[in-house]
């Protein structure tokens, strides 16, 4: 079994900073991608940023500039800095993994539950 566990979520004001962390742990082979996504109330769920195992990253392009996604792969651990928030960026934001379980030929999506973002004054 696989869970993806989020941490780092909160308020902050318009111009702060924040960073998210999303370790996955369990019986873990390897994992291929991991990122971000973020919904907003009455909104899809949009891709916020990725990262491969390689390290090569996309970013959607509201957050390019301002956001940062990094992985350490012996923690498999993926993090978001995210810098100059602004109340538009207001949402809970998930973390997924496309991760190969042991004893596994495939690689599947796992999400972590969630962690809310709030930016307001």
């Known amino acids: 079994q696989v869970q993806l566990g989020e941490s780092g979520g909160g308020l902050v004001q318009p111009g702060g900073s924040l960073r998210l962390s999303c370790a996955a742990s369990?019986?873990?082979?390897?994992?291929?991608?991991m990122g971000w996504y973020r919904q907003s109330p009455g909104k899809q769920r949009e891709l916020v940023a990725t990262?491969?195992?390689?390290?090569?990253?996309n970013y959607a392009g509201s957050v390019k500039g301002r956001f940062t996604i990094s992985r350490d792969n012996a923690k498999n651990t993926v993090y978001l800095q995210m810098n100059t928030l602004k109340p538009e960026d207001t949402a809970v934001y998930y973390c997924?993994?496309?991760?190969?379980?042991?004893?596994?030929?495939?690689?599947?999506?796992?999400w972590g539950q969630g962690t809310q973002v709030t930016v307001s004054s």
């Open positions: 990262i491969s195992s390689g390290n090569s990253t």
């Open positions: 997924y993994g496309a991760i190969r379980r042991v004893g596994s030929l495939l690689y599947e999506t796992y």
């Open positions: 369990g019986s873990i082979f390897s994992i291929y991608v």
